[in-house]
């Protein structure tokens, strides 16, 4: 996958796509940008990365949403809305925010970030729509390791290696690195888009913005 930055000038342009499993509104996001990207000639970088450290230096404890009730009543219904226009379920998790890390490190074993375990197979960003699917459409609990291998047998992929993986030292390293660079780009919420030239786009409702301004500034 492209390194955010690296386009020659035949090359597509790069869109980093920071997103965090927890993140209602990166459900109807991440279902939607791969058609998307494809029709505007834009490449994908997918960032999993963790939000809960950086609420935690803003001195939440939890999602915004169930901090403050009202809004996060208006954003359970908004969310209903934007899913019924794109024909998608919606199934609240059992847990809400999931607890996401093991997902997240999946998906870095996925999308190429452990090559040196011989598992970063081409699986990793079905992968990460698959995990949105199974939290907001048919409403499971993510932060289960059983759920998760259930999705890579879906996909084909032996979920063993993978689990095994995912709880490498380096793993581990690397979902902490995307973490801190996030918070370095002044990331705050999922999901973000960062185009090559570092402009940033933050929400569901953002993307086509996003993938305009990644071409515009190629």
């Keep these: 996958m492209a390194e955010a930055g690296s386009e020659t000038p035949d090359a597509a342009p790069v869109l980093d796509v920071w ?4 993140s209602t509104y990166s459900y109807p996001a991440m279902v939607r940008i791969g058609p998307l990207a494809a029709a505007a000639g834009v490449a994908l970088r997918f960032r999993p990365f963790l939000l809960g450290p950086i609420f935690k230096a803003q001195g939440w404890d939890t999602s915004p949403f169930n901090l403050y009730p009202a809004k996060g009543r208006y954003m359970w219904r908004d969310l209903a809305r934007v899913c019924a226009d794109l024909g998608l379920p919606l199934t609240r998790p059992p847990v809400f925010p999931a607890h996401t890390m093991l997902a997240a490190r999946v998906a870095l074993v996925g999308l190429g970030a452990a090559a040196a375990e011989g598992t970063g197979a081409g699986w990793g ?3 990460c729509v698959a995990v ?3 939290a907001f459409g048919d409403g499971r609990d993510v932060a289960d390791a059983a759920v998760l291998a259930d999705i890579l047998a879906s996909l084909g992929v032996d979920p063993g290696p993978v689990l095994t993986a995912a709880g ?3 793993i581990k390293a690397k979902l902490r690195q995307e973490t801190e660079e996030a918070a370095r780009r002044d990331i705050f919420g ?3 888009f960062v185009t090559a030239g570092g402009e940033l786009f933050w929400g569901n409702d953002r993307l086509e913005q996003a993938l305009a301004w990644a071409k515009r500034a190629a």
Aim: charged share 20%; no cysteine.
């Design 19 to 22: 997103f965090e499993f927890a």
């Design 125 to 127: 960003e079905a992968f």
């Design 132 to 134: 949105y699917r199974a």
């Design 168 to 170: 490498s030292a380096a």
């Design 190 to 192: 999922s999901p973000s």
